[in-house]
């Protein structure tokens, strides 16, 4: 018998979501500037509000909890998962609310009612952690 429980999954959810963020930037590989580098002077490097924001990469271990979790979204609607996944990026409940046309407490239900859809397809699945 597995043991999911419905904070477990909001974690695994919500920290799926900050390793996501935490992958490095998908670019275009073919693509290069021809343009001269732009020498910035004292001032205007002092001036530039636009500071460059290091994080560290994922782990493998992380990437592998990120796609587990990722797996997990099948089981949901398209609207289950935007909901889950806004709530991991941390909006809060009035805009989600605004976004799928309901008041804030509705959309806490649907998210909680989503949360528990998951533990249920969870804990009845054989062979998980």
Not at 116 to 127: E, F, I, S, T
Request: overall charge positive; charged content about 25%; some cysteine.
């Amino acid at each position: 018998m597995n043991d999911w429980k419905t904070e477990s999954v909001a974690t695994r959810i919500v920290q799926a979501s900050r390793t996501a963020h935490r992958l490095p930037a998908v670019r275009v590989q073919a693509h290069f500037n021809l343009w001269p580098v732009i020498v910035r002077g004292e001032f205007e490097r002092l001036a530039n509000d636009d500071a460059p924001l290091y994080r560290a990469p994922p782990t493998p271990a992380e990437i592998e909890q990120m796609l587990e979790v990722m797996r997990w979204m099948k089981f949901l609607g398209v609207q289950e998962r935007l909901l889950l996944w806004m709530r991991a990026d941390r909006y809060a409940w009035d805009e989600i609310g605004r976004r799928f046309g309901m008041c804030r407490t509705s959309a806490w239900r649907h998210w909680k009612a989503s949360i528990l859809k998951l533990v249920q397809v969870l804990n009845d699945q054989p062979g998980q952690k």
